[in-house]
């Protein structure tokens, strides 16, 4: 008997989940194609050195790697932002704004087989290349809230950051690349003591400490953005609160600042350079949307080219659904039918003039009408077919 089993990290969807599952992509591509998105798709396989100087360490060590028949080192899709980069500096030639959406599933080399993290997952997003203003930071914020809204979800927030606040507060301390994305990290896991023993182990000054300790309480309304005002010293965060409370402002002024709240402990590594976000429903605990802005990251393959975007796991986003009861069951087919065969030609025309009509008509193999009726009423059909002779007759079903 062959292992029927997977391997760990993958799944494979049933009808009602993958129903709901191309249902919810298909609600999220309309919206970002309402504001303008177009889609464009990329392979799952790319040669690793494209981007082997741009994957942080960890995630080279998450990366699905093989061998191409030549030798050439290849990888599974990580991150399908680094492959529009990638697309734009080789086939995007024009200048200008380019809005593009996708909709792909992207790979990630996991060891420990008792993670509750997925080795395959399906990612829809959208990527506003070509602008640097707060403009663009404000029109992806409003297309992740309408996309989740017509995805059916109520019960979410989306919490928003800025990683220049931070770089800015490092460098006004003297601190050096490497010791910055080490604090990053003791941040981002809410490890306010190891932060306190980092800096005093640095001899960072006792000021800058206080301000460092004080970010994770930096969370809320506009109204934190005064608290982080305090003592700052430095163009670099003086700028990035400025682009906060300008989007906030612009939000509220939308009505859509309900669904945001500030975050400056919100410190996302790897290529983003300014805003950052991440979407949490109210009845999961992980995020299930995460973004930002990455304005260097287009130089790593030769274009220099400001841009911002954000994701959305599909996977999270129905658990959430599923929480709030938002699932929908398949559709129910409007007719059934069975048929003696002997008029091919006839039965063929009625049926596919229902389905012209809109109708979805499914053919069943049962040889008696009691069987048909009785398969209607389970699945709840409420027009039954019979072809027999070259005539049809039509039974209208009732539980």
């Known amino acids: 008997m062959k292992n029927l089993q997977l391997p760990f990290g993958v799944q494979d969807y049933m009808p009602q989940e993958c129903y709901n599952k191309n249902l919810t992509q298909e609600k999220l591509a309309e919206t970002f194609v309402q504001h303008g998105f177009v889609r464009v798709e990329t392979p799952a396989i790319e040669y690793y050195n494209v981007y082997d100087e741009i994957l942080s360490r960890a995630a080279v060590h998450k990366t699905f790697k093989m061998t191409d028949s030549d030798g050439s080192l290849l990888i599974l899709r990580p991150d399908p932002t680094l492959q529009i980069c990638r697309m734009a500096a080789a086939k995007l030639q024009s200048e200008g704004i380019h809005k593009v959406y996708y909709l792909e599933n992207s790979y990630e080399y996991l060891s420990d087989p008792s993670t509750a993290r997925s080795r395959e997952f399906a990612q829809a997003g959208v990527e506003l290349l070509g602008t640097s203003g707060t403009a663009g930071d404000v029109e992806i914020i409003v297309v992740a809230i309408e996309s989740l809204l017509a995805a059916g979800l109520d019960d979410f927030l989306l919490e928003i950051g800025q990683v220049a606040y931070f770089n800015g507060l490092t460098s006004e301390a003297g601190m050096t690349e490497n010791d910055a994305e080490m604090l990053r990290a003791l941040v981002n896991k809410k490890d306010m003591l190891g932060v306190e023993l ?202």
């Open 198 to 399: 980092f800096l005093h182990g640095k001899n960072v000054d006792e000021r800058f400490v206080s301000r460092f300790l004080k970010l994770p309480t930096l969370f809320g309304g506009a109204e934190v953005l005064a608290r982080a005002r305090e003592g700052v010293a430095n163009e670099k965060s003086e700028q990035a609160l400025n682009n906060l409370q300008e989007i906030m402002e612009k939000l509220t002024a939308l009505g859509l600042d309900r669904y945001v709240s500030i975050d400056l402990g919100l410190l996302r590594g790897d290529y983003y350079t300014g805003l950052v976000m991440k979407g949490f429903s109210g009845k999961l605990g992980v995020p299930l949307l995460d973004g930002g802005r990455y304005d260097r990251l287009g130089q790593a393959f030769g274009k220099t080219m400001p841009a911002v975007g954000f994701s959305v796991g599909i996977k999270r986003l129905l658990i959430a659904l599923e929480k709030e009861g938002k699932l929908i069951a398949c559709k129910t087919p409007d007719y059934a039918y069975i048929s003696d065969g002997k008029d091919s030609a006839h039965e063929y025309a009625v049926v596919s003039d229902l389905r012209k009509k809109g109708n979805n008509v499914e053919k069943c193999f049962y040889c008696k009408k009691s069987e048909l009726i009785a398969y209607c009423k389970q699945k709840g059909i409420r027009h039954a077919l019979i072809f027999t002779g070259g005539k049809m007759a039509q039974t209208e079903v009732t539980k």
